[in-house]
């Protein structure tokens, strides 16, 4: 089938770079409509641009996932332009290792409100457009990035391995709510992708094992990755692939 994803409605956090805009562009071609969500304007006017000049059907929304009142006026916009989304990539994230020692709470914060509160603020205002879709008879799919990191025991990324873990469980136990109302509820938890991610660690020690894994290792593409949100999304209706480990082959 050309456009597998034809018909479905579909949002996706941070999708101004990395994971998120590759995803976008990967549903789109599949077919569906997709609402691009993040802070930078730009870089989503951008990639509306280069889904529509390729066939797809794309919206841009600014959004500060921080914010509830913001995600909330997303949510609806997406229910005004398209209809309610049936499929939700839950993605925005940041990752900012360091020292616990260090006591940066500013940047334990930052990862708490964007990985886990903001995921929770997205959860919050799409739950009701996935349900009743679901009800419509609808696919239906929520996809929350993880991580590696929520398993893996990893020096110095205490705090964002964390809130990767709760991603996890919490998609473990949605899925078991939410699936006996017809919802898909997964989780990707890909090893080292080539983003911008990695542009905002501060603390030296990460950034000198970042440089040293990329000497040895082929990342993964941002591109990989949205090929198992694709993959999942287009699985028959009765099938939900709870989770998705995805690592470059080289990392251990
Ligand atoms: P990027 O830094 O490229 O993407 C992060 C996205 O989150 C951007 O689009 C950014 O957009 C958005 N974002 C950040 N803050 C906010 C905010 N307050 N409100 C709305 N959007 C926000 O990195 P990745 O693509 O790698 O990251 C995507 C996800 O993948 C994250 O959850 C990350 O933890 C996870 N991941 C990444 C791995 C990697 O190695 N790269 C490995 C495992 C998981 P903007 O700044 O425009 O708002």
Request: proline share 3%; net charge neutral; no cysteine.
């Amino acid at each position: 089938q050309d456009k597998p994803l034809a018909g479905r409605i579909a949002v996706v956090t941070g999708a101004s770079s990395g994971i998120g805009a590759a995803s976008a562009k990967l549903l789109a071609q599949k077919g569906a409509k997709v609402a691009v969500l993040a802070r930078r304007k730009d870089k989503l006017a951008q990639l509306v641009e280069e889904i529509s000049a390729a066939g797809g059907t794309a919206i841009a929304i600014e959004v500060d996932v921080t914010d509830q009142e913001s995600v909330d006026k997303a949510a609806a916009k997406v229910v005004t332009t398209f209809g309610r989304a049936d499929l939700v990539f839950n993605n925005a994230g940041v990752m900012l290792p360091g020292a616990i020692e260090e006591r940066k709470l500013e940047e334990w914060d930052s990862q708490i409100d964007l990985n886990v509160t903001g995921l929770m603020r997205v959860i919050h205002a799409f739950i009701p457009q996935l349900t009743q879709a679901a009800a419509e008879g609808a696919t239906v799919d929520l996809i929350n990035t993880s991580s590696i990191a929520g398993q893996y025991i990893y020096p110095y990324f205490a705090v964002y391995s964390a809130t990767k873990a709760y991603v996890s469980h919490l998609t473990r136990h949605m899925r078991v709510e939410l699936g006996a109302k017809n919802v898909r509820v997964s989780m990707i938890e890909p090893g080292i992708v080539a983003t911008e991610l990695q542009g905002h660690v501060t603390f030296q020690g990460a950034k000198d094992w970042l440089a040293n894994a990329k000497e040895t290792i082929e990342f993964l593409q941002p591109e990989d990755v949205a090929q198992v949100v694709g993959f999942l999304a287009g699985l028959p209706k009765h099938v939900n692939l709870q989770q998705v480990v995805v690592m470059p082959t080289k990392q251990g």
